[in-house]
């Protein structure tokens, strides 16, 4: 059995493209990165896929994290029947058997020519509400669905994100669940994105027609589109769908969905037809060219599937395309590192945009935040590379509920006066990847056990194409428990971040989230805003203490410099005295204290940064202002004693730095 590495490995590998890879033209390729300086990454079922810009050319390079049943044998096939075709609607690959180098071992990718263009997802944002451009996009996808009928291929994942559509026509991406003629049927590795699949669709079904059901749905949806636009925002899910969700196909009956559709004249006869599909068995499953032709004639399968709703509908549970986390739940979100889920919370505070905080590393970035300035933070992330966010966009969206579809990147942590804080959560790139729901909603879709997947999420299948000699070895660590991993490092010796290693005992595929108090009872991050993990040893230890203690000299200066001020303007007289200016601190606080539980005014209060006897006007204000600066520089470098200190004691503790 063999596991492949995870996201935060990756990220670390990738970032070094001339040592990671072993192909020549990627490891001459730079690694595209995102606003933070951690690699740009898409997650899918199998693989993350990141960009490196080449000398004359953009790839695609997918890294597997979960493993494929004889993967190499199964792209090979793919290769082959793509090669022969030579469609426009595949790009070009490449499978590398010895591609990233990881673990002291050779790991395989996929290289890919970089699909130009939007997803479907994207590009229907664009356009909904053109009308021409939705029927030209129709037509197409009508001639694709046809196309691969014809060849006896089938995608396996017709959905939002596999759809590149450009001014040139429609590409498919990502092959992990193709199948083309010669494959063994019935033995798939996946069951597609639950909004646009049959209802009784699983990996069993793996071979040709697979994806008749998917086109259906995409069709009536666009047809649905050009009648009414306005449906889209009404029920994209942030991107993830068009009209049509899981529940729906489950339960057309009582889809609010369907009945929109049969009150509209021109699709009441689709969408009934469609209903009884989704009732359906998966075998009997039409394809497109055969649904639209048999639209006009009497329908017989069904009698009036779509009647109003009862006040207690009957209705499975949620069923969402993704592991559906709680935001509230931070432990459990940090257990879904490297994975798309989708992410439901109520939102605490909105930085960015027209709020506060609207620039990030140069960029445009609105940052949701749905546990305000706890330690403990999930949140999203939006960046804009179109310029600036509108000034009122986030302003009304505390309390609010919602609902985002991402991939959970890399936690980072920040550090201020040796209060750390985890951040965590999603990353996007549009505000309408945000669906705004009811409480009401957010409560059943996370009625759902925490994180609950969907049957093919996590498992590790054994591949009789695997690495040669991996079977024996012992699993290495998952995403989370590598971060566990790490946190528990640093509360030896808060330098030193240890790259992620394998254990000497075998990991389960799934594993409970690792409680918040090992998160919160580390001193200090070792995952750094960067993305690039520390290395262990003295030359950390070395570099933070020297940091710690250069900030000290500086504001030392500082204290200094302010106490010299004070004395050339006669304020006050003698050598600089740390204990006593630190004595004169606390005095002048506890006089405040007393004088507020006195009933002091706010004038009496100046005690704080006191000026000599009888002064008035400007130079008690300069005295002020210079008594306070020298009162910030001093508490400055007791917090950096106190981190030198701290450092120094928990690395000897350790036995090294």
């Known amino acids: 059995m063999q596991a492949y590495p995870q996201i935060i490995e990756y990220n670390e590998a990738v970032q070094h493209p001339e040592t990671a890879f072993v192909d020549p033209e990627l490891r001459q390729a730079r690694t595209k990165e995102n606003a933070l300086g951690l690699p740009m990454v898409l997650s899918g079922g199998f693989a993350l896929t990141y960009m490196l810009m080449g000398a004359s050319r953009k790839i695609a390079v997918r ?291 027209g709020v506060k905080g609207g620039q990030r590393h140069g960029r445009p970035c609105l940052q949701v935040n749905f546990s305000g300035h706890r330690r403990n933070i999930v949140r999203l992330a939006i960046w804009s590379d179109a310029g600036d966010f509108p000034a009122a966009l986030g302003q009304d969206w505390v309390g609010r509920w919602v609902s985002a579809v991402g991939l959970i990147g890399q936690p980072f942590i920040t550090d201020a006066f040796l209060v750390p804080r985890t951040h965590i959560g999603i990353t996007l790139d549009d505000p309408s990847q945000i669906n705004f729901i009811s409480a009401k909603q957010a409560e059943y879709r996370l009625a759902q056990p925490n994180g609950a997947p969907r049957a093919e999420e996590h498992q590790i299948v054994p591949s009789p194409g695997g690495l040669p000699g991996a079977s024996n070895r012992p699993m290495p660590l998952q995403n989370h428990q590598i971060v566990a991993q790490m946190l528990a490092d640093s509360r030896r010796t808060p330098m030193a971040a240890p790259v992620p290693r394998r254990v000497a005992t075998t990991v389960p595929a799934t594993s409970s989230p690792i409680p918040n108090r090992n998160i919160t009872s580390r001193p200090r991050s070792s995952i750094p805003v960067s993305g690039r993990l520390p290395k262990p040893g003295i030359g950390s230890f070395l570099g933070r203490a020297t940091g710690a203690l250069l900030g000290a000299i500086v504001w030392s200066a500082v204290a200094i410099g302010m106490y010299a001020l004070l004395r050339a303007l006669g304020l006050v007289g003698g050598p600089f005295d740390v204990i006593g200016e630190l004595g004169s601190i606390i005095a002048a606080l506890f006089r405040a204290i007393s004088a507020v539980i006195g009933g002091a005014g706010l004038s009496e209060l100046a005690v704080v940064v006191p000026g000599p006897p009888g002064q ?42």
């Open 63 to 353: 890294c597997f994290h979960r493993q494929i049943p004889a993967v190499e044998q199964k792209y090979a096939a793919i290769s082959r029947a793509f090669q022969s075709l030579k469609s426009p609607y595949f790009v070009g690959f490449e499978f590398l058997g010895r591609g990233i180098r990881l673990r002291q071992q050779l790991y395989p990718v996929i290289k890919m020519d970089w699909a130009e263009g939007d997803i479907l997802g994207l590009w229907l944002e664009r356009n909904h509400a053109d009308g021409a451009a939705l029927a030209r996009a129709r037509g197409e996808f009508a001639a694709l669905a046809q196309y691969l009928e014809e060849q006896g291929i089938s995608h396996g994942d017709i959905q939002n994100g596999n759809l590149i559509v450009s001014p040139r026509g429609i590409k498919l991406v990502d092959y992990d669940g193709v199948y083309v003629p010669g494959m063994p049927m019935g033995e798939g590795s996946e069951s597609g994105h639950k909004h646009f699949q049959h209802p009784d669709r699983d990996a069993r079904h793996y071979g040709p027609g697979i994806d008749r059901f998917s086109f259906i749905a995409l069709d009536l949806s666009l047809a649905a589109l050009i009648e009414d636009p306005s449906l889209f925002r009404r029920y994209r899910e942030g991107g993830e769908t068009i009209l049509f969700r899981g529940n729906d196909f489950a339960d057309p009956e009582h889809s609010e969905v369907f009945r929109v559709l049969a009150g509209m004249p021109k699709l009441s006869n689709a969408a009934q037809r469609f209903a009884a599909i989704c009732k359906a068995p998966i075998e009997a499953v039409p394809t497109l060219q055969t649904f639209l032709a048999t639209l006009d004639a009497p329908s017989t399968n069904t009698k009036a599937p779509l009647r109003p709703a009862p006040s207690r509908p009957r209705s499975a549970g949620y069923i969402g395309a993704h592991p559906v986390l709680s935001a509230a739940d931070f432990a459990t979100v940090m257990s879904h590192i490297g994975h798309r889920v989708e992410l439901i919370g109520r939102i605490a505070l909105v930085e960015g945009g």
């Open 616 to 657: 008035q006007g400007l130079i008690f204000l300069v005295a002020a202002l210079l008594r306070l600066s020298e009162i910030i520089a001093l508490l400055a470098v007791i917090v950096a004693a106190v981190r030198i200190f701290s450092a120094t004691h928990q690395a000897l503790a350790r036995g090294r730095p």
